[in-house]
C-alpha cells in the first residue's frame, strides 16, 4: 500500500506533474469561498477571495475540479467543501 500523499496549494499546478502518478483514491478540494475578501492573519495576507464576478469563480473551481476528477480512479472519491452560498452553482 502507498503512503497516503497531502498537497496543499493550487491543484492545478499540481495535477500538471501528477499524469504519471497513479489514480487518486480521494481529492479532497477546498476552494475559496466568494467571499470577495481579502482575508489576513495578523497584518499577512493569507489569501485574496475576490474575483471578477460569480461566473469567473465557478468556471475557476469547476475547471480545477474537472483536472482532479481525471486524476481519480474507478473506486475513487472527490470530495469538494463549498459555501453553502455558492455549492449549487459549483
Known sequence: MREPLL???D???VLRFALDWPPFH????????????????GKRVAFDDRWESL???????????AMAWDHIGDEGSLVVHLDPKTSHHV
Open 11 to 13: 491543484c492545478a499546478s
Open 55 to 65: 461566473d469567473h469563480f465557478v468556471d475557476h473551481v469547476v475547471g480545477r475540479l
Open 26 to 41: 480521494l481529492v479532497y478540494a477546498d476552494p475559496p469561498f466568494f467571499t470577495q475578501q481579502v482575508h489576513r492573519i
Open 7 to 9: 498537497v496543499k496549494g
